[in-house]
């Protein structure tokens, strides 16, 4: 018999079932209305299930057909379960590393009656289901459906196999995650020298569809985990990095669509593959011993939206897994005690978190963007853009007067000058400020564009150099090598850019800046 109990008020649940032998979880997902689980087990609850088991509220069980050997991944969209692994036989009549299940039965992804085989083989390390849309990692190069795809492919049921533009640039590694952002895939990963097209992305990069294109300047090392927070537009990235584009974050930062931020200071801990989830509002992370700035936690905590605090004291050994099931935060991993120095519950490397409903709003992070870059000129018509797209009200300000009560408006500034813009935003009986600066140029004229001057050192460099531009609104940094092959297209974000060219060749470089698609300021560069 599994029991769990709940109270009331923040607690640890621990498992009392029948778990017998070796319990290893790979992943959990939710998927019509039971949480399934991926791994490798023994016996549960005195049955013997292969591949997949799982939880329907009240008892553990197997699914209704059989997989052999390891399931490594799991993501279920539109009835349809996507599982990837390493298999050797699915339900008895084909062989599979990646296959589909509806409840009842298996069935292989595509046509191929074969399944998804791939030229170098080690299995499916991370699948995800975008609403039908499957994308698949792993240590391959080549597929049969697909020979150019490098460590990743897609498969859309309207188009069938793409290998995404040939993946992983030769000299990559792998990659370590996968996340829906914005409608786009993001991956990261241990690759150094971008994916597909975009020759600029490091460790992370993003795929909408077509091309890919960098995330900025990206990550200086590997990205191990991401989740959306979908209330306030954020994707959290967790890895083995210390710096993204630039700014020092540890190895937890902030992306929310334009900048990188970090997540309550340097973050000094390892989180594990898959150990980032949201639950309540609030930022769980799992790994083992963490450290965000000098506190330490006990293998897992979470961030409310202003600071890291602990759960209940924590686990005893590292967390891998979360999976929000039934208005609780199940958690898994290696441990065999939680509540550290409160509760000391007994569990069996499973159990579940239950806290109510939050009060605070600490949660609640408004930002404002205008066009972009923040910069606009004279008279032109723009977009203000507010990240928390599910408030249930916006009350926007121009200069201390009152102008928008939508949640993305249009404007016009018709005065140059600095200009301040506020919104005030109200979600579930929560309300925060977003306030920021804009300045509005005036037009250049037609033929006269307007010529900068900026910094650029160390030159000669080797390694990185740092682009450092006071108004860098609007402005676009394009490198070309001697024979005028672009080498890099990066647009700026701060008056200081840091830009890595370990992977460059030693030589001469041109260094132009673009504003509107006129030149406005150039310089060379030698690396050495």
Known sequence: MSVFSFGYGQNWYGYSGDFHGALNIKDMEVFQGELIFAGGWDTVNNITPEGLIK????????????????TLSLSGKNDQLLIGGVFSDVQGTFTSDLILWDGVNFSTVGSSSHGFLFSVFSGVDHVLNNDGTCYFTGNFLGVSPAPG?????????????????????????????????????????????????????????RWDGNEWSALRGGLDYNVDAMVTDTMNNFLYVAGSFTTADGLNTGGMARWDGYNWSDVG???????????????????????????PGAKLWENIMRWDGEQWLSVNGGVNQPVGYFEVFQDTLWV???????????????????????????????????????????????????????????????????????????YAP????????????????????????????????????????????????PNPSSGQFTLE????????????????????????????????????SKGTYFLELIRDTQPIGSQKLIIK
Not at 56 to 65: E, H, Q, Y
Not at 162 to 182: K, Q, T, V
Not at 187 to 203: E, P, Q
Not at 269 to 284: A, K, P, T
């Open 55 to 70: 939880w329907d509220g009240t008892k553990f069980d197997s699914v209704s057909s059989k997989i052999s050997n390891a």
């Open 149 to 205: 795809a490098r460590e990743i492919v897609m498969y859309d049921p309207a188009t069938g196999w793409s290998d995404m533009d040939g993946g992983l640039n030769p000299g990559g590694f792998s990659f370590g995650a996968l996340e829906i952002y914005n409608g786009n895939l993001i991956a990261g990963g241990l690759f150094c020298c971008g994916v597909g097209n975009a020759t600029d992305a490091y460790h992370i990069a």
């Open 265 to 291: 200071g340097n973050f000094d801990g390892f989180v594990q593959d898959r150990g980032l989830c949201m639950y309540r509002n609030e930022l769980f992370a799992g790994g083992g011993a963490l450290v």
């Open 332 to 406: 898994a991993g290696g441990f065999d005690t939680v509540g550290i120095g409160t509760q000391d519950l007994e569990t069996f490397r499973l159990a579940k978190w239950w806290m109510p409903a939050n009060t605070h709003c600490n949660w609640l992070q408004p930002l404002i963007y205008v066009n972009d870059t923040n910069t606009i000129y004279q008279n032109d018509t723009v977009s203000l853009y507010n990240n928390n797209a599910y408030a249930q009200n916006w009350n926007w300000s121009i200069d201390g007067t009152s102008t928008y009560s939508n």
């Open 410 to 457: 249009t404007h016009a500034f018709t005065d140059t000058g600095w200009h301040d813009v506020e919104v005030i935003v109200t979600q579930d009986g929560c309300t925060d400020t977003a306030t920021i600066s804009v300045y509005v140029e005036e037009p250049v004229g037609i033929g006269e564009p307007e010529q900068v001057e900026f910094k650029v050192y």
């Open 469 to 504: 531009l006071e108004k860098f609104n609007n402005v676009q940094l394009t490198v070309l090598d001697l024979q005028g092959k672009v080498i890099l297209n990066k647009p700026l974000a701060n008056t200081k850019t840091l830009v890595n060219t370990s992977t460059w």
